[in-house]
Each structure stands twice: as C-alpha cells, then as structure tokens.
C-alpha cells in the first residue's frame, strides 16, 4: 500500500527566505504527483503536476522536483511571502489510474513570519 | 460556474441522523470525486464519477455511505445513521477527465454529536 509522508509537519520562516517542503512515497511506481496548496476553511489548490517522466515542473516562484526512484519530491518556494502561509499537500497517483487514486500525505504547515 | 461549490459549509447532526452533501462541480467536467480529510491527515479517496456511474466506489467505508449523481452533474454524497467517526470534512473535486487537473471545492464540514 503506497503511503506517502511530508516532513516537518509545522515550519515557520522569516519572509523573503527561500525554503524546501519535502515529500517521500514508499511506492516508485506512480504515474504523476501533484503538490496542492489548502488554505484555512478552504478546499485544495493545485500548484504543480509532475509526470512520472519529468523531473520537475516550475510555474512563477514554485519549483517541484521529482526523483522516482527514491521516492522522494521536493517543492521549492523561492522569496517566501506572508500570502504563501498554508498547508501543503502532496499526492501520488498509480500508473493506469487517475485523479481517483490520488494519496495524499498529511501536509506541512507553512507559516511565513513578516 | 467559476469553481467547485459545496453545500453546506457546515453540518452538524446528532449521532444515528441521515444527512446529504452536495456538490456543483465545473461544468463539462465529467469526472467527478468524493474525498474525506479528518483532521490532521491528508484526504482519502471515497467514490469516483465518470458521467452518471460510479465507476469506483472502492473508498467507501462501510453500506451507510452512498453517492449519486443523475444527471452527470450535481452529485450528492448521503450518510446514513451517522456516527461520531463520521465527523471530517468531505471534499469534492472535478476534473475534464481523470488524468486531468482535478479542482476542489472548499469543502463540507460535517461533525456527527
């Protein structure tokens, strides 16, 4: 059974760092992962979807990398600001299976101090 | 419309009451999910929706959990005789199809007293 773990579960930063949220699986066979952003009270957002072919994806100041074979992925924030404050989520998904397998680890909670 | 949109926000029921959520996903996204997030862990898988039917309904804990969705559209998730445990946030999410990005709502609040 894939199970999917994000260490620190809390992390806080002065404003303007750049920083590293990771996330490993025990399962290398996946078909994509996806990071997910949630917000207080609020549903989830995706941020980035990876292909198990990639090895990372960057949409403005995010950057998630993907490395397979040890399970492991890393979402890189860059110039962190008091609006990237939430939790962040990230899931796997099996090969011949989409949206509707996603597993999902227990998120890092991000506090980015002014 | 502009989201996945999820009513209630909030539910609170007495323990053994019936209760229905809904779900308004985007429209023409034909894939349709049903998760449960409690608290401090990430959310589970219930029940997928490809068009009308349940094309896995494997998450699905236990007979007293059951979604429907008529017309391919709206969905709605409905628990019956509902216990202390049931308490979670259910969330619902859509997509264009399953391997798609799949977009969530904010979610239902359901706490079972």
């Known amino acids: 059974k894939q199970e999917v773990t994000q260490i620190p579960a809390a992390l806080s930063v002065p404003e303007g760092e750049n920083l590293v949220l990771n996330c490993s699986f025990t399962?290398?066979?996946?078909?994509?992962l996806q990071w997910f952003r949630q917000d207080p009270g609020k549903g989830l957002t995706s941020l980035l979807l990876?292909?198990?072919?990639?090895r990372e994806q960057t949409s403005g100041r995010l950057n998630a990398s993907l490395d397979k074979s040890s399970g492991r992925s890393t979402l890189y924030i860059a110039a962190s600001q008091p609006g990237d404050s939430a939790t962040y989520l990230c899931?796997?998904?099996?090969?011949?299976?989409?949206?509707?397998?996603?597993?999902f680890g227990t998120g890092t909670r991000l506090t980015i101090i002014p | 419309g502009a989201g996945v949109s999820q009513t209630p926000s909030n539910k609170v029921t007495e323990k053994g009451k019936y209760v229905e959520l809904r779900c308004d996903p985007i429209?023409?996204?034909?894939?349709l999910y049903w998760y449960r997030q409690s608290l401090g862990q990430g959310p589970e898988f219930l029940i997928y929706f490809q068009g009308t039917g349940a094309a896995d309904d494997s998450g699905l804990p236990n007979d007293r959990f059951f979604a429907v969705r008529p017309e391919g559209s709206v969905s709605t998730l409905k628990i019956q005789r509902t216990e202390r445990g049931d308490s979670a946030v259910y969330l619902c999410?859509?997509?264009?199809?399953?391997?798609?990005?799949?977009?969530f709502g904010q979610g239902t609040r359901l706490t079972v007293v």
């Open positions: 899931a796997v998904n099996p090969p011949n299976f989409g949206n509707e397998k996603l597993t």
């Open positions: 399962d290398s066979a996946i078909y994509n």
């Open positions: 999410a859509s997509s264009v199809d399953r391997n798609t990005e799949a977009f």
């Open positions: 990876i292909q198990s072919s990639q």
């Open positions: 429209s023409g996204h034909t894939a």
